[in-house]
């Protein structure tokens, strides 16, 4: 197993890496709508945060040489069901047809106060 790290996102809040690579498999931690400088959270708007969780997501894949082109699975973790419609429109306009496979929960907390928390599990196959 090896660790993927960039300063490019957030930094991990716990005892976590913000990904490994395991094989051919890249897991990408939940990562949230955070300003990877300043440790802000961004956004007003779902869809702001979702944006911002997304582009952490690509940042953390560049570091490995991947792209969100390379994400089989996603999991979405939402606090509020009613946001799931504008998280989807985000989302479409981040991954295109095949699009990875994906779960949606609607969670009670996230670790910080955050709407949207994305991780991804990508392909690391083709790598040189």
């Given at each position: ?59 953390v ?38 699009y ?29």
């Open positions: 197993m090896e660790e993927i790290s960039t300063d490019a996102a957030p930094p991990s809040i716990g005892p976590f890496s913000q990904a490994v690579r395991d094989g051919d498999r890249i897991y990408v931690s939940g990562q949230g709508p955070v300003d990877p400088t300043s440790g802000d959270i961004v956004g007003d708007t779902i869809g702001e945060q979702t944006t911002r969780t997304l582009e952490n997501i690509d940042a894949l560049a570091a490995a040489g991947r792209s969100l082109d390379d994400v089989v699975k996603a999991t979405v973790f939402v606090q509020d069901m009613d946001d799931y419609d504008e998280i989807n429109e985000v989302y479409a306009e981040h991954f295109s047809a095949p990875p496979a994906r779960s949606a929960v609607q969670v009670e907390d996230l670790p910080i106060d955050i709407g949207v928390e994305i991780e991804v599990v990508a392909s690391a196959r083709g790598e040189e």
